[in-house]
């Protein structure tokens, strides 16, 4: 009885464990909309203020991985290493801390889902 | 019959997959080409009695004037460095002069850390650089860095000259050699970066210039007219 007890706890472990580690963040489903209601106002070309001033357009997968004029904003696998990461969660200090035209800064839920998307490989899923 | 179906399947699969490769390959390999007008003259990185002694020359196709504005915008120091993983510009020191501090993840294939360092950043009269660490503020005992900036033909001439001394642990021999091998590769990364972002930072002006230039005629010609026209009246 005590072992079956002991393999039923095991697999429920095993279980929660396998389901943690298989949840990955969607591009789609989780990023889009966060770069949606936040970035793209600024960063869609041709008019963005963001656009112009550093050519990063958020519009399409393809063009967030290219980053901006200077470089990528996305090192994938690498959130502490990736500028998008780095501005949103104001690492490079307030002043450049992105959004820079509205009030509020990104959500906690919305920096951590960025943070978890680059951290897995910034994959288009 | 089947086998060998399935055989040229994988075959095709390997060939379509290696095309796609090449082509990625092709397309990594186009990226770069901007970054190789630098032309790296000496890049020596030494270690002895815990000091890192750097002397990085090149030769940048970009003019010194545009150099000497990114090394200034600390603000977007995080754009030429791939270590930088925090920045900010502090209030300036009580003699007035300009403190960055920055977070700095050092990794190697021995061990991987975070260091934190606080520079005051000055811009001499000779238009050079001088970076130098308050040891209070960081994690290093001691450093300084120079950035000699002249001009050559179209581009500038630069030599960077640096010491640090850490002020936390590396693993003798082999972590010496990663920490050497890893500020070799950064700043490799490093003058590749300031040189495009100085070049890209100089042809959008000199084509603000031409614009400027062109639309010149246009706007000249508004106020006389318009002086022309009140005059009239």
Known sequence: ?125 | MEMSRSRWLQLHRLISNTRLTLVALFITLLQPLYALAFDFIDADVTEENGIFRIKVSAVIAAPPDYIRYVLADSAHIYRISPSIIESEVLPASSTGEKQVRTRLLSCTSVFCREVERVDIVRMLNSGDFEAEIIPALSEFKSGKATWNITPMDDGSYIVYEAYLEPDFFIPPVVGTQAVIQNLRDEFTTTFIRIERIASINSERDRNTEQLLSDAAPKTLKAPCEQNASASLQ
């Open chain 1, 1 to 125: 009885m005590k072992r079956q007890q002991f393999l039923c706890i095991n697999a429920v472990h095993i279980l929660l464990i396998s389901s943690c580690a298989t949840q990955q963040v969607s591009y789609q489903d989780d990023v889009v909309p966060i770069l949606e209601s936040r970035c793209i106002k600024c960063h869609a070309s041709p008019d963005g203020i963001g656009y112009k001033a550093t050519g990063l357009e958020m519009d399409s997968y393809e063009s967030l991985m290219q980053g901006t004029v200077y470089g990528p904003v996305i090192v994938a696998g690498d959130s502490r290493r990736s500028i998008l990461n780095m501005l949103v969660e104001g690492r490079a200090g307030k002043l450049q801390q992105m959004p820079h035209y509205e009030d509020e800064a990104l959500s906690s839920e919305q920096i951590e889902t960025l943070k978890n998307w680059v951290n897995e490989g910034a994959v288009n899923n």
